[in-house]
């Protein structure tokens, strides 16, 4: 089986998880990125950044808009299984990776998707990214930035990676 992980990532933690369930995956990576990068919303402490920069991600959010995304470079209908990282802005799937999905939305066979989020349990991200790309994903994973940052989801990245290989 090939498998290929996508994620988008503006402060670190989703790419932690992406490139451990790569590692354990033996998958091909490959990174979103906004044709407009936006600074690091958050710092270290998890902190939001001052300015507009937050409020117009939130709301980009909310609206469910997406946004310019960079030819990627990878085509995922080369792999048996798609998994795609978002993180979690205002309860949802980000722009960058709303966008994603609509443009990929074909050649996916079969996927899975992944989040880390400040609260995990309350996301609908999972949600409106089945209904973007029109399939049920075969798992997911959500996976909270404290734990990303205290390093405390190997487990958790252990057993979604069993699920996505179906044992
Ligand atoms: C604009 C913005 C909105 C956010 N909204 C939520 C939210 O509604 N629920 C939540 O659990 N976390 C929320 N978060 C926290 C992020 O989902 C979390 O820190 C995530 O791990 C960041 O991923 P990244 O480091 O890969 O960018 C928000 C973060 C930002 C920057």
């Given at each position: 089986?090939?498998?290929?992980?996508?994620?988008?990532?503006?402060?670190?933690?989703t790419?932690?998880?992406?490139?451990?369930?790569?590692?354990?995956?033996?998958?091909?990576?490959?990174e979103?990125?906004?044709?407009?990068?936006?600074?690091?919303?958050?710092?270290?402490?998890?902190?939001?950044a001052?300015?507009?920069?937050?409020?117009?991600?939130?709301?980009a959010?909310?609206?469910?808009?997406?946004?310019?995304i960079?030819?990627?470079?990878?085509?995922?209908?080369?792999?048996?299984?798609?998994?795609?990282?978002?993180?979690?802005?205002?309860?949802?799937?980000?722009?960058?990776?709303?966008?994603?999905?609509?443009?990929?939305?074909?050649?996916?066979?079969?996927?899975a998707?992944?989040?880390?989020?400040?609260?995990p349990?309350?996301?609908?991200?999972?949600?409106?990214?089945?209904?973007?790309?029109?399939?049920?994903?075969?798992a997911?994973?959500?996976?909270?930035?404290?734990?990303?940052?205290?390093?405390?989801?190997?487990?958790?990245v252990?057993?979604?990676?069993?699920?996505?290989?179906?044992?």
């Amino acid at each position: 089986m090939k498998y290929l992980v996508v994620y988008f990532s503006n402060s670190g933690r989703t790419r932690c998880v992406a490139e451990a369930i790569a590692h354990e995956l033996s998958a091909d990576v490959d990174e979103i990125l906004e044709r407009k990068p936006r600074f690091p919303l958050l710092d270290e402490e998890g902190k939001p950044a001052g300015g507009f920069a937050m409020p117009r991600a939130a709301l980009a959010g909310f609206l469910g808009a997406g946004s310019a995304i960079k030819q990627c470079s990878v085509e995922p209908s080369d792999y048996d299984v798609v998994l795609i990282g978002t993180p979690v802005w205002v309860g949802s799937v980000v722009p960058a990776v709303r966008s994603y999905i609509k443009q990929h939305r074909k050649p996916l066979k079969t996927a899975a998707f992944f989040c880390t989020a400040g609260e995990p349990e309350k996301q609908r991200a999972f949600t409106q990214m089945g209904k973007l790309a029109r399939c049920e994903p075969v798992a997911t994973l959500a996976v909270h930035s404290d734990d990303v940052k205290a390093n405390e989801y190997g487990g958790a990245v252990h057993s979604f990676v069993e699920r996505v290989r179906g044992k």
